[in-house]
């Protein structure tokens, strides 16, 4: 069992640039949420979703974009990237959008951009 | 709003020592409680968690936290450190309602041979 996978595992990119950053879960689990991580702030929500065709935006959502057009997939789009967005990106999902879920984590997606 | 507060940055402890890990909330109602691990390079891995009743609550890798309601702390603890203990550790709130996880900035552990 793979869990979650994150793609790509690092980038480089260009300011102005799209970028889609890739979440796929093989745990069935109904809800998935992106954070970015940044020195010294931990970790910060940036959109959620509770079920497949659903999203929210979460603490910091500006400048991203997401869709969950079936339960495996959760991709987080840049449409125009801004060197702010340099960052650690974590994939989690839980079974459900409950406070009693634990949420599991992908590897990370380390993003540059110059 | 809730809050979560780590207030070490950084904490050196030597193999074999005892280690406390500091975590307050400021949270209304009940909170969800979480600590997670994080190694370098990695994603975060749950340690334990507490949502009611017993209010010391085991987790993995030897560790364990209390809640303590009165001072709004769920402190992080074990007993004898080991090196692969060094990591960035997270205390983390859920709100009831929507599952979102509000972290603390982190606690980063290094262990001393």
């Known amino acids: 069992i793979a869990g979650i996978t994150q793609a790509p595992t690092s980038q480089i990119l260009a300011a102005g640039r799209r970028m889609t950053l890739r979440c796929t879960q093989d745990?069935?689990?109904?809800?998935m949420y992106w954070y970015r991580q940044d020195l010294g702030l931990g970790l910060r929500l940036i959109h959620y979703?509770?079920?497949?065709?659903?999203?929210g935006k979460g603490e910091v959502p500006d400048g991203y974009s997401v869709s969950r057009a079936n339960t495996d997939d959760f991709p987080l789009t840049l449409a125009s990237a801004v060197p702010s967005q340099t960052s650690v990106y974590f994939c989690a999902s839980s079974v459900a959008p409950t406070a009693t879920d634990t949420q599991y984590f992908g590897p990370g997606t380390r993003l540059t951009v110059l | 709003a809730q809050s979560v507060t780590q207030p070490d940055i950084h904490i050196t402890v030597s193999e074999g020592a005892s280690l406390e890990l500091r975590c307050n909330y400021s949270y209304g109602a009940t909170p969800y409680l979480f600590w997670y691990v994080q190694s370098p390079g990695q994603g975060l891995q749950l340690l334990l968690k507490y949502f009611s009743g017993d209010t010391l609550v085991q987790g993995i890798k030897g560790f364990e936290a209390e809640f303590k309601r009165s001072q709004s702390s769920f402190n992080l603890r074990k007993p004898s450190v080991h090196w692969s203990d060094a990591a960035e550790y997270f205390c983390a709130v859920r709100r009831g309602s929507q599952g979102n996880l509000i972290f603390g900035k982190g606690t980063k552990l290094s262990v001393k041979p």
């Open positions: 745990m069935r689990h109904n809800a």
């Open positions: 979703s509770n079920t497949a065709g659903t999203t």
